[in-house]
């Protein structure tokens, strides 16, 4: 902005840089702030986001390098298989967190009580969509795929399973570890500097 030029001006490059760290470091902060202020139900909307955007970057980088060979169906089943996977994880995590929403509504209930079935049901519905899409001269590129599908789900929704389970568990549990990597993270990007 202008305002921040204008009072860097006189500054030499070396230490306009360090002050434009000093004010991206209290805007980090700031954000760390707002984000534990708005509470464990949004902290636990962040995470997923965070999630599906991991999930969908590495995804992307097998589809990219496979993109040539005209895979049917591979990123609609790889988020077929997340969908399948975070209903299985969260399903009864939500459940038990928010068990007096859930005795409210009916429908809500049929899903909690069926739960496991319908994880199952899920599951075996995207297995057979892949054993219907595989073509005869890529058997091994496809079951390739499929395998680094369920190794991404692996990585991402497993991770982010275990901060959710944390973050019902205790906001301390939450904020103790992400202070502590976002000092870090803030400290070497100040003092990266010197």
Request: aromatic residues 22%.
């Amino acid at each position: 902005p202008e305002i921040l030029k204008k009072a860097l001006s006189g500054l030499s490059s070396r230490w306009k840089n360090w002050w434009i760290r000093g004010i991206l470091t209290l805007t980090m902060i700031s954000l760390f702030f707002l984000i534990i202020y708005m509470g464990s139900f949004m902290l636990m909307l962040l995470v997923l986001g965070i999630q599906v955007k991991c999930f969908h970057e590495i995804i992307t980088i097998g589809y990219r390098v496979y993109h040539s060979y005209d895979l049917p169906w591979f990123r609609t089943l790889s988020w077929h298989f997340l969908l399948c996977v975070n209903y299985f994880f969260y399903g009864e995590t939500v459940a038990d967190y928010f068990a007096t929403f859930v005795q409210r509504e009916e429908q809500l209930q049929f899903l909690i009580r069926y739960h496991r079935f319908i994880s199952f049901a899920l599951y075996l519905a995207g297995f057979c969509m892949f054993v219907l899409s595989l073509v005869k001269k890529h058997y091994r590129l496809q079951f390739y795929m499929f395998a680094w599908t369920h190794v991404t789900l692996l990585i991402t929704v497993t991770q982010s399973h275990l901060v959710i389970q944390n973050l019902f568990e205790g906001m301390i549990w939450f904020l103790v570890p992400i202070s502590s990597v976002i000092c870090n993270d803030i400290t070497a990007y100040l003092f990266g500097f010197f």
